[in-house]
């Protein structure tokens, strides 16, 4: 089994190699210079690695910067400038953020609390679970990282109630918590700029066209179709997979013990809450106190530092964030320089041919839709990656506008592709990150 696995994963990466090379030797477009297409062509192939499983997202990205020095596609400086990028820090520094506060156990008691005043059926289970990952979202940045705040309590109040995953009891209770508590991962993270690594990608993009997208005019933009898909979502679930048991008078009671098991608010949590308090109001207040968001979320994680509740072992473990750090970095960097160097206008140019007089309503919805149906296909899960969070270097770009007849606004049309894409997280158990790990036992 592990010669043929091995086997696999070489033939994958032959043809990911056989893939650029093709793209590489293809005779560059008219229109196009083959600097451009030489980078376009490295990008792409790193794509490509990650959609068929060749390689895991990291390598691919590292494989990608590499190419793109040392063909003389791109000089060093230009390849190393998206690690100096502002809001890929603040990116890797919210997730450490997130760590601290899962360490305070402040996100747990924000469940607990949620259960115990919502918890007496299991559609208010349900509602319970989405709620408490609206709030801690705001400065939480990751949807897997918050996943591991809910998914305990859901495994626990599915298996005091006689639901669990590895047999058909799990109709009980635990699939519709399951479910629900995964949708609900993708509305959080189209609510709030600062809930998914894409998001401030997605923003400093728009600022390139010259499209501010602000803390709170992400809000206001997201705020009543991330409402609306809160109160509708867990009770669609309800409907279309209906839990096996509907009250749950224990719950309430199992989390009030569990608060009590945990004592009044600690240092700790009531350090961290008001970290996370003062960070939000500062980020969405950052333009009218001229504030940088990144330095804030610095700020942040140094005050958690402190007080302990971030450490320097944490630190070392955070691997996650430096992961994320580099291949983000590095694909953006690309991104970045496909711009540049022409290729998203000349990219843009034919695209738009094809909605050329369409209202600027069904262009978004279209684009969302197609989103939507890339995110759904039910390929592995290293392809959400792609399809979630990588297209921003490339598809918001053509998202966006350059001009405005007979369209809203770019920030209204920007807002909305970007949040809706988040959205898009959540059809199926192949759409986000989070989903094929937690979501397979259900």
Not at 48 to 61: Q, Y
Not at 167 to 183: F, P, Q, V
Request: proline share 5%; glycine share 10%; charged share 15%.
């Amino acid at each position: 089994m592990t010669a043929n696995l091995w086997t696999r994963s070489r033939q994958l990466q032959l043809a990911t190699l056989i893939f650029g090379l093709v793209i590489w030797f293809v005779p560059v477009p008219e229109g196009l210079t083959p600097q451009a297409w030489q980078l376009f062509a490295i990008f792409i192939t790193a794509i490509f690695a990650v959609i068929i499983n060749a390689m895991p997202i990291l390598t691919a990205s590292i494989l990608a910067l590499s190419a793109s020095i040392l063909t003389g596609t791109l000089e060093p400086g230009e390849a190393y400038s998206g690690f100096g990028q502002g809001f890929i820090l603040l990116i890797v520094v919210a997730f450490m953020i997130g760590r601290g506060v899962v360490n305070s156990g402040l996100g747990m008691r924000i469940a607990y609390v949620m259960v115990r005043m919502f918890g007496k059926t299991t559609l208010g289970l349900g509602y319970s679970m989405v709620a408490t990952d609206m709030i801690i979202a705001a400065a939480f940045p990751s949807n897997t990282a918050r996943s591991g705040v809910l998914f305990p309590i859901v495994y626990s109040l599915s298996n005091a109630a006689g639901s669990r995953p590895d047999d058909d009891t799990r109709s009980k209770m635990g699939a519709y918590l399951m479910m629900t508590s995964m949708a609900g991962l993708s509305i959080s993270s189209a609510l709030w700029l600062t809930a998914m690594a894409a998001n401030p990608a997605g923003a400093a993009i728009a600022a390139d066209m010259g499209v501010e997208i602000t803390f709170l005019s992400w809000l206001a933009a997201a705020f009543v179709p991330c409402l609306v898909a809160f109160v509708v979502i867990p009770y669609l679930l309800y409907r279309v997979f209906p839990p096996g048991v509907k009250d749950t008078p224990e719950a309430p009671r199992e989390a009030a013990q569990k608060l009590e098991a945990m004592g009044p608010l600690s240092r700790k949590e009531w350090i961290t809450a008001i970290a996370f308090i003062g960070m939000v109001v500062c980020w969405a207040l950052s333009k009218q106190l001229g504030t940088d968001n990144t330095a804030i979320a610095f700020l942040g994680l140094a005050v958690l530092m402190l007080f302990g509740i971030f450490t320097l072992e944490d630190m070392k473990s955070s691997g996650d964030a430096l992961g994320t750090l580099i291949w983000f970095a590095s694909l953006y960097t690309m991104s970045t320089y496909l711009n540049k160097f022409g290729f998203m206008g000349f990219l843009g140019e034919h695209l738009s041919a094809g909605v050329e007089g369409l209202s600027w309503p069904l262009v978004y919805v279209s684009l969302v839709a197609i989103r939507l149906t890339r995110c759904s296909d039910g390929r592995k899960s290293q392809e959400a990656i792609v399809a979630g969070e990588l297209p921003v270097g490339s598809n918001d770009r053509q998202a966006i506008p350059r001009e405005r007849p007979h369209r809203q606004p770019n920030e209204d049309g920007a807002e909305c592709y970007s949040a809706g894409s988040r959205i898009a997280g959540g059809p199926t158990q192949c759409s986000a990150e989070t989903e094929p790990e937690d979501g397979g036992p259900e």
